[in-house]
């Protein structure tokens, strides 16, 4: 059974950070690229940040550049968000996805599974 588990949310005060974890099982985890998705109410979801699987290549939005870092660790199965310098805005859903397509980890519509999400406010 293909899982992919997200957790380290939580309430975080302007200027602060977490790190959060997408964690999966059931498929061939290094030979999938992975994204960030974050959803805002009343928003669409929109990529944050992914890393492929080949070389570790990583993409952010422009938004998060310089805050958040990427990073994966495959003997584990299991990737890393860390997010610094949070602000208000960077409040929503966040959740992670994994392609096959390697150079498309941020491609919404080319995620193959996801995961159920894990809730960021930022809010003082």
């Known amino acids: 059974q293909v899982q992919l588990v997200e957790s380290g949310g939580g309430l975080v005060q302007p200027g602060g950070s977490l790190r959060l974890s997408c964690a999966g099982s059931g498929f061939t985890w290094e030979y999938y690229a992975i994204g960030w998705f974050r959803q805002a109410p009343g928003q669409e979801r929109e990529g944050v940040s992914g890393i492929s699987s080949i070389d570790g290549s990583t993409y952010y939005a422009d938004s998060v550049k310089g805050r958040f870092t990427i990073s994966r660790d495959n003997a584990k199965n299991t990737v890393y968000l860390q997010m610094n310098s949070l602000k208000p805005e960077d409040t929503g859903v966040y959740y992670c996805?994994?392609?096959?397509?390697?150079?498309?980890?941020?491609?919404?519509?080319?995620?193959?599974?996801w995961g159920k999400g894990t809730l960021v406010t930022v809010s003082s």
């Open positions: 996805g994994a392609t096959i397509d390697d150079y498309a980890p941020l491609d919404y519509y080319g995620m193959e599974y």
